[in-house]
């Protein structure tokens, strides 16, 4: 009786590993069968959200902080004014945009009606007051929410104008062009958990009417960091990272990162670091 009730709590031992062991697999497939969210799908969720909230009950109750409050926002990007270190915008990650004029002593929320107000970086040409606005941090982590794209505004940020791009989905640079408003480049890191073509480097030079994509490495790898010579802006540095991330797998260095450069204001680029060494 005693090796009977034995080799019983064996076989279920056994049974009961077996039966996790296919859950759990079954469990990972589906997951690894999800199909990322297309970009208009994404942007027509936005949409909904944001008529939603103009039909509200509360949209008219005037809320205040009352704390308390442990830690702030992730600070994206600053810009000041060269002429005047007093006035500045501030990006965060999930926080919108923010000005000041007074050295921070106080400030004014100036991107928070848009359909995404994470931002990965920001560019302003204080010769034009023109503020270009990346959205999506570029940080991968799990707390880094996409974007939906860029956007310009002349105005301050009274108005905004959608520039497209929208499944860039974390971008880490504009970069503008220092004598010619019309022309910039953008930084396009791509879709955190999901392979996406939407990678590498933009280039504009209408304003952002139109992209050319001028680098493209794979789907897996994208431009996270772009930096422009002090002095002759048709060289220009861009940064690829090859990065992947699963529920189960994080690959955070890959061998199609390196460092890129183009001597032609960035319609081509050449790799300058050695393979498999970013």
């Known amino acids: 009786m005693h090796t009977k009730l034995t080799l019983f709590s064996c076989f279920r031992y ?7 062991f296919v859950v759990l697999s079954s469990s990972l497939s589906l997951q ?12 027509n969720s936005l949409s909904q959200r944001k008529e939603m909230d103009e039909k509200s009950l509360l949209k008219d109750v005037s809320f205040r902080n009352i704390g308390p409050s442990i830690m702030g926002g992730r600070v994206d990007d600053i810009e000041v004014n060269p002429a005047d270190p007093a006035e500045f915008y501030v990006a965060y990650a999930t926080g919108g945009l923010w000005y000041t004029t007074n050295n921070g002593q106080s400030f004014t929320p100036i991107f928070d009606s848009e359909l995404a107000i994470g931002i990965g970086d920001i560019a302003v040409n204080w010769k034009t007051r023109e503020i270009w606005v990346g959205t999506g941090e570029v940080n991968s982590s799990r707390s880094s929410y996409a974007g939906i794209g860029v ?9 905004w104008e959608y520039l497209g791009l929208p499944a860039s989905h974390h971008i880490g640079k504009i970069q503008l062009h220092p004598a010619d ?26 304003g952002g009417k139109t992209w050319k994509h001028t680098l493209i490495i794979d789907e897996n790898t994208g431009a996270v960091e772009m930096e422009m010579h002090p002095t002759n802006p048709d060289i220009l540095y861009a940064a690829a990272w090859h990065r992947s991330r ?12 390196g460092i890129y450069k183009s001597t032609n204001g960035g ?7 050695t393979q498999g060494s970013g």
């Open 14 to 20: 056994v049974s009961l590993w077996f039966i996790a």
């Open 181 to 206: 408003p019309q022309t910039a480049w953008v930084a396009v890191l791509g879709s955190l958990y999901s392979p996406n073509k939407e990678r590498g480097v933009f280039k504009t030079t209408d």
């Open 32 to 43: 690894a069968q999800v199909r990322p969210t297309p970009a208009a799908e994404r942007w």
């Open 246 to 257: 699963s529920a189960w797998n994080f690959v955070e260095g890959g061998k199609t990162s």
């Open 267 to 273: 319609e081509s680029w050449k790799l300058i670091t």
């Open 151 to 159: 956007y310009k505004s002349r105005d301050n940020g009274k108005n």
